[in-house]
């Protein structure tokens, strides 16, 4: 349990701390004066001023902050009009280009991006990612099942099954699992023979033995790339996987929009805490493949144009651009301040539905 919440704290701090960081070096590159860089969201814990930033430590852990001078401002250039404020109106954040703008809400999407491609290159160096030509291998039959009366041996790898080409265990179980008590074919390879097989699998099995009465298991071919051809595959793979995570997103939405329930496998910050205990156990390389989805899930979640998330900022930039004129202040105020209402509202539902989980002993990865 302490191993799993030190991952989960230094875990999120890395992200956390690398998307602000984006935020961070961007500003101070177009001389955005930096006021506050804060991990967690207030009420604050500690905070230490360094030079003009205050870097603080904040009591809710579940995000970061970097706190711009004129952001609040944006929409209409207003600030107080001391004597000491004046002289640093080049310096606030509605006083820049807004091109420049654009690049400072956006650099935490893309610090998130680029620590995904360096953690899938590690990997892809290391560890390898799985070839195209997986197979499905019969680990062991069952004594006077199905499959053994058919004939399948251990060792057999499944070509086929309904003439459904398959290489993965859950289309074989999927389809199985559909045509219980009816005739199902398979293809199987032996060697370099194929053979047809043709068996019922059966609609009430013994306990502890399946339709077909056999263990299957995934033959994963891994293929390492050389460093620094890693790089190129890593990118590949992140923008790969970057547009799953935007459909998953997207379904997510639409369930909500149209059924008002949350799907399965959507997770706030305590089942993210579960799920890194899963994947400790799992090994420290599972735990790196963890964190590159979760920076990319990051990423997309804070790009999508909701008011209080980057993309909802990004939003009124690109309204500004087209319609010539800055939003009134007031109005993306209130915007943010309803995002930020309904996000907290959404991780306080969600992470209810996750103490349930624990509580019930449910396990959430899918095994």
Request: aromatic fraction near 8%.
């Amino acid at each position: 349990m302490l191993l799993t919440i030190l991952v989960f704290v230094v875990m999120l701090s890395v992200l956390v701390l690398i998307h602000e960081l984006g935020h961070f070096i961007s500003a101070k590159r177009f001389g955005i004066k930096v006021e506050e860089f804060g991990f967690g969201f207030p009420p604050r814990v500690f905070g230490k001023k360094y030079g003009e930033t205050l870097y603080s430590i904040n009591l809710l852990p579940i995000g970061g902050f970097v706190k711009l001078y004129g952001e609040d401002e944006a929409g209409s250039g207003k600030v107080s009009k001391t004597k000491t404020v004046t002289k640093d109106l080049h310096r606030a954040f509605f006083a820049k280009p807004a091109w420049q703008r654009i690049v400072v809400v956006t650099a935490g999407v893309v610090m998130n991006f680029l620590l995904a491609v360096i953690i899938a290159t590690y990997l892809l160096s290391t560890q390898g990612i799985p070839k195209d030509t997986q197979t499905v291998v019969v680990s062991a039959v069952d004594q006077g099942a199905p499959a053994e009366i058919a004939g399948l041996k251990k060792g057999d790898v499944i070509k086929s099954v309904d003439s459904t080409f398959v290489t993965d265990t859950s289309t074989i179980i999927s389809i199985t699992n559909e045509k219980k008590g009816e005739e199902l074919s398979l293809v199987i390879l032996r060697g370099e023979q194929e053979i047809p097989v043709t068996l019922i699998p059966r609609e009430n099995p013994p306990e502890g033995q399946g339709a077909m009465g056999v263990a299957i298991d995934q033959n994963i071919i891994l293929q390492k790339y050389p460093f620094p051809v890693s790089i190129l595959y890593a990118f590949r793979q992140a923008a790969q996987d970057t547009v799953l995570v935007v459909k998953g997103f997207a379904d997510v939405i639409k369930t909500l929009v149209t059924s008002f329930t949350v799907p399965e496998g959507v997770a706030g910050p305590v089942g993210m805490a579960q799920l890194t205990g899963e994947f400790v156990e799992i090994g420290p390389n599972a735990v790196l493949a963890l964190v590159y989805m979760l920076s990319l899930s990051l990423a997309v979640l804070n790009i999508l144009p909701i008011p209080a998330l980057d993309g909802g900022r990004l939003l009124f930039i690109i309204i500004e651009l087209v319609t010539r004129r800055k939003v009134n202040p007031k109005y993306e105020s209130y915007a943010h301040l309803v995002g930020i209402i309904l996000l907290l509202s959404f991780l306080a539902f969600i992470s209810f539905k996750d103490v349930g989980r624990i509580i019930s002993g449910q396990s959430f990865l899918p095994y």
